[in-house]
T-cell receptor, first 108, second 115 residues
Framework: DAKTTQPTSMDCAEGRAANLPCNHS???????VYWYRQIHSQGPQYIIH???NNETNEMASLIITEDRKSSTLILPHATLRDTAVYYC?????????FGSGTRLQVQP | GAVVSQHPSWVICKSGTSVKIECRSL??????MFWYRQFPKQSLMLMAT?????????EQGVEKDKFLINHASLTLSTLTVTSAHPEDSSFYIC???????????FGPGTRLTVL
């Protein structure tokens, strides 16, 4: 699975958009970009995934660059409950390899 | 979305005893499930892949005789930590892939504390 690079931590004001970047420059053609998050002391939660087109669901939007070497997860209106560690994972097989993720702190 | 449960949510045991953790897919069948371990302030580490009706496959460095995995049905996988020691204290999490996608659905985790 391709390696990903994410900032260690980010802050965001409540109600504002949170934009979480991820670099995956070694991604191969059949690998999807997945985003999960883990709220403290809970199991990870699936957020969104994509291959090359931008995706949107009720939780977030995923923007993937044309060369697929990076992506951005957008939480359009962050709330305090969005405080969590966000993992960007690139994979083609089912088991996931978790990096360090980005610790997002939403501030009131 | 698909729901995965784990039982118990937390357990405290004495050193040398064995502990069984259950992982269930509640509204879908899973021929494959995954077990992860997470130490404080660290990320999740894959321990093993549980395969229904066959032997589990373990990641490098994970002792298969210590972490026994049984996947006896399409909705249940169990992880037994045998002869637990304090260094086995951790957060154990299972996951299962969705029926038609590779999206993983995670259980809520089991916190094991070995005294």
């Amino acid at each position: 699975d391709a390696k990903t690079t994410q900032p260690t931590s980010m802050d965001c004001a409540e109600g504002r958009a949170a934009n979480l970047p991820c670099n995956h420059s070694t991604i191969s053609g059949n690998e999807y970009v997945y985003w999960y998050r883990q709220i403290h002391s809970q199991g990870p939660q699936y957020i969104i995934h994509g291959l090359k087109n931008n995706e949107t669901n009720e939780m977030a939007s995923l923007i993937i660059t044309e060369d697929r070497k990076s992506s951005t997860l957008i939480l359009p209106h962050a709330t305090l409950r969005d405080t969590a560690v966000y993992y960007c994972i690139v994979h083609a097989r089912r088991a996931l390899t978790f990096g360090s993720g980005t610790r997002l702190q939403v501030q009131p | 979305g698909a729901v995965v449960s784990q039982h118990p949510s937390w357990v405290i045991c004495k050193s040398g005893t064995s502990v069984k953790i259950e992982c269930r897919s509640l509204d879908f069948q899973a021929t494959t499930m995954f077990w992860y371990r997470q130490f404080p302030k660290q990320s999740l580490m894959l321990m093993a892949t549980s395969n229904e009706g066959s032997k589990a496959t373990y990641e490098q460095g994970v002792e298969k005789d210590k972490f026994l995995i049984n996947h006896a049905s399409l909705t249940l996988s169990t992880l037994t930590v045998t002869s637990a020691h304090p260094e086995d204290s951790s957060f154990y999490i299972c996951s299962a892939p969705g029926v038609s996608t590779d999206t993983q659905y995670f259980g809520p985790g089991t916190r094991l504390t070995v005294l």
